[in-house]
């Protein structure tokens, strides 16, 4: 079986060919026009879809060394995202699904950062289930039991920002350009993650919240920038490491009240923030710490890109779970 994925929920056009559950390519056209905008801007990534897709699906399918004719099927990302980039991926999926007569998949950006850790990988194993995913994103942060490859509970989820706003709006306030989560991964290697103290915000169960930590980080800068003009050029490193310091305990807290509450001690991570580097140290150490088994995806299925939809479409494949070029794109989406 031979699948063409693609994705275009946010900023990166993606295209990827799977045979089974094996990537042949994975191809990610990154939008560097966002950079000076400090955010991802709806229409700019819109259109930047329409000039990208066609050459990203063009190499996916010559580095896959296949022709579009050998293919079995059309995965792309229905939602969540934003419309206008939704929009653009699915129309293309549409037509060129019904050109070449055969099936289109739709699917749920959200499970595909989930289902990412079934992608044939040497080195990489798969969870078995029932596993509990921490999904960790741009526009995202979940608890979810994983009972089955659709059977799925989002037992906790952020009540405002999400954790890779979390990062993002830090480094903004850092004067750091966009998307800044990598470069205070980057920096809080060499900083002290006990140098500044912040709190964690209390919130009842399994949820989380980030917006509270965010501006109490923007008033401890402008304090200190205050007494010190140069306070955050001295500190870059320590203030990196402290602030993912935090938000590192915050997402340990919730996972071990979610390993009690489920008595699930198999956890796997996804999304774009599960490419941090403390956080992939943290739960490798859990392993040893408190018997958990964890799941870290390649570096490249982390964040967004079209081999995530390509497993899910083989899946979905495998079960006939295809749909007509009726189906309609979704902002919001729940599995
Ligand atoms: P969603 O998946 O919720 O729709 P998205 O697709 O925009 O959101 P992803 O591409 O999955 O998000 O993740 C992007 C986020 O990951 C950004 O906030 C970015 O700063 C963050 N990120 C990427 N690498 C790192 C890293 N090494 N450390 C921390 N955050 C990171
Ligand atoms: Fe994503």
């Given at each position: 079986v031979f699948i063409l994925a693609i994705e275009s929920s946010c900023d990166d056009t993606a295209a990827a060919v799977l045979r089974n559950n094996k990537v042949l390519s994975n191809v990610v056209a990154r939008q560097s026009i966002h950079e000076e905008y400090g955010g991802v801007i709806p229409e700019l990534a819109s259109r930047a879809h329409q000039q990208n897709i066609v050459p990203v699906i063009d190499v996916a399918l010559r580095k896959a060394g296949i022709?579009?004719?050998?293919?079995s099927a059309i995965a792309f990302t229905q939602g969540p995202g934003l419309m206008g980039s939704l929009l653009v991926g699915a129309s293309f999926a549409k037509s060129l699904a019904m050109a070449l007569h055969i099936p289109l998949i739709a699917v749920n950006h959200m499970q595909a950062h989930i289902l990412?850790?079934?992608?044939?990988?040497?080195g990489f194993d798969k969870p078995e289930f029932p596993f509990l995913a921490l999904t960790i994103s741009g526009g995202h942060t979940q608890i979810v039991q994983v009972n089955d490859y659709f059977s799925m509970d989002i037992i906790g989820e952020t009540t405002d920002d999400a954790v890779g706003e979390a990062f993002d709006k830090t480094a903004k306030i850092l004067?750091?350009?966009?998307?800044?989560g990598p470069l205070i991964d980057q920096f809080a290697k060499e900083g002290n993650p006990k140098k500044f103290a912040f709190t964690k915000p209390k919130v009842d169960g399994l949820d989380f919240s980030f917006s509270g930590l965010k501006t109490q980080i923007l008033y401890f800068i402008q304090k200190n920038v205050q007494a010190n003009p140069n306070f955050v050029e001295e500190n870059k490193h320590d203030i990196c490491a402290s602030v993912q310091n935090i938000i590192i305990e915050i997402l340990m807290d919730k996972l071990k009240m979610a390993v009690a509450q489920t008595g699930i001690k198999q956890i796997a991570i996804g999304g774009g923030?599960?490419?941090?580097s403390g956080i992939r140290n943290t739960l490798k150490a859990a392993e040893g710490k408190y018997g958990w088994k964890t799941y870290i995806p390649k570096f490249e299925y982390t964040?967004?890109?079209?081999a995530m939809i390509g497993i899910v479409g083989y899946q979905k494949y495998l079960q006939d779970q295809f749909t007509d070029s009726t189906v309609v794109s979704k902002a919001r989406i729940e599995f």
């Open positions: 022709t579009k004719e050998q293919l990412a850790h079934f992608i044939d990988e040497e004067g750091l350009p966009y998307p800044g923030v599960s490419a941090n964040t967004d890109n079209a």
